[in-house]
């Protein structure tokens, strides 16, 4: 197809040659109108055809890659690593981002607004209006699977990148400049001159017509390089853009042509409503005036339509009185997109767990699981368990290393985030009243902010306490005060508890130190033991990972250190 185009091309500027040359140019003129509507239709096709080819690899890539996770032989996903926050209340400890995060395994994004949206999900919690309204929508997305798909290859085939998505944004903020009433008349005027000169040429014939066609396409060249700095200021600079803004219209065509049931996606589609009129005409708009203003840099074609008709400087003004009307508009609309992307990741989790629950929310200081387990751990080794925050608020959880208490505590924390979400969660039942979470789990020295290991986790409990002082909060502490002795780290740790308890928070606190565990007695209406067991079969360390109420009562260093005679 570029062949024949470019043969199109020469055919078209022949006909022109041989028109100027002869008398009579009829059949020239035939010519070069044929072979100019030839040369759009193969340009549209040419298009359409190279689009076709990317959703179908696209989608191809898609079901690869959702088998490739789904057998767990790879992640072949964004991994989310540029949204990690270390002093983020939860992201950093709970392993929310980065590799083998939570992020990666449900990360189904494909552009800038949706990868960011997905991320804003998981790092901050939805009121519990919105988690009922979110839960509402990714349960119907998640039957769409075929849709959903085609919304992913969408996206994928547009590239869309953080600098192409600021690009447009930072475009849509500049002044436009309109032409003048003067420029508006001359622009029209001249190439209605410059056609009826032709025409008198080819019809009368003789040496004024021709003059004064020649005269009038070189004028209408020279108003063209007036403006072609402008036009150039314009068209953003990289063809990239102009891809990524026509996927844009696609995808939001997309959202708006499909019935949906509940009240979010309904009410993201009226978003996209203006001057009764769609976003996705509205993008597609700029997408073709971005399009035409970027035949530009084709020197030969440049030449020719400005030269007849003035072509970029009517593209530019079109471009221009776009900005104004709906500049305003496109980032909301482009939020839109990264709302459908994001839900349509986790709806995608739904999909692939569908024996996940969608909690119950309340608002009686209560969060129950039943059958928790950690959502990224492979069905065949994850071992669940029933959690209930309801009288006693706090737990105090015993076990030996390896036992399972920090792996139950991030269960906890991952499945707190996923309701905040709206997502479904890794139990068979949940009631959970959402809050904000705060957790000290991974900690570490600091060389650039110079500081030690003990005095980052002291910095981290102030921001817990902190939290806590004004609002009812979910905490997770995992072996805290590691950086001191022992008795120091007990006496502090049992004043942590009381401090936290006193400040009415839910949550739960791992330790190695069983005296911790007397706390409870003073408390027994606010503090319960729980923990993890280790047993000895058959001269081996085993665990079963199942939460039982008290103390634990095995150890495992000492046995582990001598059966590999360290000691």
Same mark, same amino acid.
């Given at each position: 197809?570029?062949?024949?185009?470019? $043969?199109?091309?020469?055919?078209?500027?022949?006909?022109?040659?041989?028109?100027?040359?002869?008398?009579?140019?009829?059949?020239?003129?035939?010519?070069?109108?044929?072979?100019?509507? %030839?040369?759009?239709?193969?340009?549209?096709?040419?298009?359409?055809?190279?689009?076709?080819?990317?959703?179908?690899? %696209?989608?191809?890539?898609?079901?690869?890659?959702?088998?490739?996770?789904?057998?767990?032989?790879?992640?072949?996903?964004? *991994?989310?690593?540029?949204? $990690?926050?270390?002093?983020?209340?939860?992201?950093?400890?709970?392993?929310?981002?980065?590799?083998?995060?939570?992020?990666?395994?449900?990360?189904?994004?494909?552009?800038?607004?949706?990868?960011?949206?997905?991320?804003?999900?998981?790092?901050?919690?939805?009121?519990?209006?919105?988690?009922?309204?979110?839960?509402?929508?990714? @349960?119907?997305?998640?039957?769409?699977?075929?849709?959903?798909?085609? =919304?992913?290859?969408? #996206?994928?085939?547009?590239?869309?990148?953080?600098?192409?998505?600021?690009?447009?944004? !930072?475009?849509?903020?500049?002044?436009?400049?309109?032409?003048?009433?003067?420029?508006?008349?001359?622009?029209?005027?001249?190439?209605?001159?410059?056609?009826?000169?032709?025409?008198?040429?080819?019809?009368?014939?003789?040496?004024?017509?021709?003059?004064?066609? %020649?005269?009038?396409?070189?004028?209408?060249?020279?108003?063209?390089? @007036?403006?072609?700095?402008?036009?150039?200021?314009?068209? +953003?600079?990289?063809?990239?853009? !102009?891809?990524?803004?026509?996927?844009?219209?696609?995808?939001?065509?997309?959202?708006?042509?499909?019935?949906?049931?509940?009240?979010?996606?309904?009410?993201?589609?009226?978003?996209?409503?203006?001057?009764?009129?769609?976003?996705s005409l509205h993008i597609a708009k700029l997408s073709?005036?971005?399009?035409?203003?970027?035949?530009?840099?084709?020197?030969?074609? #440049?030449?020719?339509?400005?030269g007849m008709s003035l072509y970029h400087v009517h &593209?530019?003004?079109?471009?221009?009185?776009?900005?104004?009307?709906?500049?305003?508009?496109?980032? *909301?609309?482009?939020?839109? =997109?990264?709302? =459908?992307?994001?839900?349509?990741?986790? #709806?995608?989790?739904?999909?692939?767990?569908? &024996?996940? #629950?969608?909690?119950?929310?309340?608002?009686?200081?209560?969060?129950?699981?039943?059958?928790?387990?950690?959502?990224?751990?492979?069905?065949?080794?994850?071992?669940?368990?029933?959690?209930?925050?309801?009288?006693?608020?706090?737990?105090?959880?015993?076990?030996?290393?390896?036992?399972?208490?920090?792996?139950?505590?991030?269960?906890?924390? $991952?499945?707190?985030?996923?309701?905040?979400?709206?997502?479904?969660?890794?139990?068979?039942?949940?009631?959970?009243?959402?809050?904000?979470?705060?957790?000290?789990?991974?900690?570490?020295?600091?060389?650039?902010?110079?500081?030690?290991?003990?005095?980052?986790?002291?910095?981290?409990?102030?921001?817990?306490? *902190? %939290?806590?002082?004004?609002?009812?909060?979910?905490?997770?502490?995992?072996?805290?005060?590691?950086?001191?002795?022992?008795?120091?780290?007990?006496?502090?740790? =049992?004043?942590?508890?009381?401090?936290?308890?006193?400040?009415?928070?839910?949550?739960?606190?791992?330790?190695?130190?069983?005296?911790?565990?007397?706390?409870?007695?003073?408390?027994?209406?606010? +503090?319960?033991?729980?923990?993890?067991?280790?047993?000895?079969?058959?001269?081996?360390?085993?665990?079963?990972?199942?939460?039982?109420?008290?103390?634990?009562?095995?150890?495992?260093?000492?046995?582990?250190?001598?059966?590999?005679?360290?000691?």
């Amino acid at each position: 197809m570029s062949t024949i185009r470019i $043969i199109l091309v020469v055919i078209f500027l022949l006909s022109l040659y041989f028109m100027i040359r002869s008398e009579g140019a009829t059949q020239w003129i035939v010519i070069a109108i044929t072979s100019a509507i %030839a040369f759009f239709i193969l340009i549209n096709r040419h298009m359409r055809l190279a689009q076709e080819m990317r959703i179908n690899k %696209a989608l191809a890539d898609i079901n690869q890659n959702e088998h490739d996770y789904l057998e767990r032989t790879s992640i072949p996903f964004a *991994d989310g690593k540029k949204h $990690i926050q270390p002093k983020h209340p939860y992201t950093y400890d709970l392993d929310i981002f980065g590799d083998h995060s939570l992020f990666h395994r449900l990360n189904r994004t494909a552009t800038y607004v949706g990868s960011r949206r997905l991320a804003h999900y998981l790092s901050n919690r939805l009121s519990n209006e919105d988690i009922i309204a979110q839960q509402e929508a990714v @349960q119907e997305l998640s039957n769409k699977m075929e849709w959903r798909q085609e =919304v992913l290859a969408l #996206a994928m085939a547009s590239d869309d990148t953080n600098d192409t998505y600021n690009t447009l944004i !930072n475009w849509t903020k500049t002044a436009a400049k309109p032409h003048s009433s003067l420029m508006k008349i001359i622009s029209y005027l001249f190439p209605i001159l410059t056609v009826i000169s032709l025409l008198a040429y080819v019809f009368i014939g003789g040496d004024i017509p021709r003059l004064s066609f %020649a005269f009038l396409f070189l004028i209408n060249l020279g108003i063209l390089g @007036q403006h072609y700095r402008q036009i150039k200021d314009e068209i +953003l600079g990289e063809s990239q853009i !102009n891809k990524s803004i026509q996927k844009y219209s696609q995808l939001l065509y997309l959202f708006e042509n499909q019935s949906f049931q509940s009240a979010k996606l309904k009410d993201l589609q009226n978003r996209l409503l203006s001057e009764n009129e769609s976003a996705s005409l509205h993008i597609a708009k700029l997408s073709r005036l971005f399009q035409q203003m970027d035949s530009v840099h084709n020197p030969m074609g #440049a030449i020719i339509f400005n030269g007849m008709s003035l072509y970029h400087v009517h &593209t530019l003004r079109g471009l221009q009185e776009w900005k104004v009307t709906y500049a305003p508009m496109i980032n *909301d609309w482009l939020e839109v =997109v990264g709302e =459908v992307e994001a839900m349509n990741s986790l #709806a995608n989790f739904a999909f692939n767990n569908p &024996t996940y #629950a969608y909690p119950k929310l309340n608002t009686k200081e209560e969060i129950m699981f039943s059958d928790l387990g950690h959502p990224m751990l492979p069905d065949d080794v994850r071992v669940c368990n029933d959690v209930v925050f309801a009288d006693q608020k706090f737990i105090i959880l015993t076990g030996s290393n390896m036992s399972g208490k920090s792996t139950f505590l991030r269960s906890l924390g $991952i499945n707190m985030v996923l309701a905040s979400a709206g997502a479904p969660v890794c139990a068979t039942s949940a009631n959970i009243h959402p809050l904000d979470i705060y957790v000290s789990m991974r900690l570490s020295d600091s060389l650039s902010d110079n500081e030690s290991y003990f005095f980052a986790e002291v910095k981290r409990l102030k921001e817990v306490m *902190d %939290a806590a002082e004004n609002k009812l909060t979910f905490i997770l502490l995992d072996e805290i005060l590691r950086g001191t002795n022992s008795d120091d780290k007990r006496q502090g740790t =049992v004043e942590v508890i009381k401090k936290l308890i006193s400040k009415n928070v839910i949550g739960a606190i791992a330790t190695h130190d069983l005296k911790v565990c007397d706390t409870t007695a003073e408390y027994p209406t606010q +503090l319960i033991n729980k923990n993890f067991e280790v047993e000895i079969q058959d001269g081996e360390l085993v665990f079963d990972y199942k939460l039982r109420n008290g103390v634990c009562k095995n150890k495992s260093a000492t046995y582990i250190m001598k059966k590999m005679e360290i000691i």
